[in-house]
């Protein structure tokens, strides 16, 4: 990956992310493996800690696919809640693996499973649990 900014993830959402990557089926390896690299290479916080510009868990963020030219808005979410939220994009797909720990502003080359990428860009954040002391969602 040529652009990797620093990430903020927050400490609730690094250990269920870890479990999910621990129980990924195999057609979804590559997105876990890619996860799995940025969990270990972010700064790990309590949920209290974490900036108001940064996408955790559940926050809902407009962010542009700087290849595609598409701004988009969406909720990242865990895949057990995709069908429950209209616009939600599971941290399970490679573009939403690619969001999570950013800051507004950050953009990131993410890689795709057909061995392209992608650079995505967070534009705002519109809603974030920890903003609103959500912090144990």
Partial sequence: MSSRPPLIINRLDADRLQRLIDEVADKDRFVAEALEEELERGEVIDPEEIPEDVVSM??????????????????????????????????????????????????????????????LRVDAILWQPEREKQFHR
């Fill in 58 to 119: 559940n926050s809902r963020i407009q962010f542009t696919d700087l290849t595609r030219g598409r701004q988009m808005i969406r909720t990242l979410v865990y895949p057990h809640a995709l069908a429950t939220t209209e616009d939600g994009i599971s941290v399970m797909a490679p573009v939403g693996a690619g969001l999570i720990g950013l800051r507004v502003g950050d953009a990131i080359d993410w890689p795709l499973p057909d061995g392209s990428e992608v650079k």
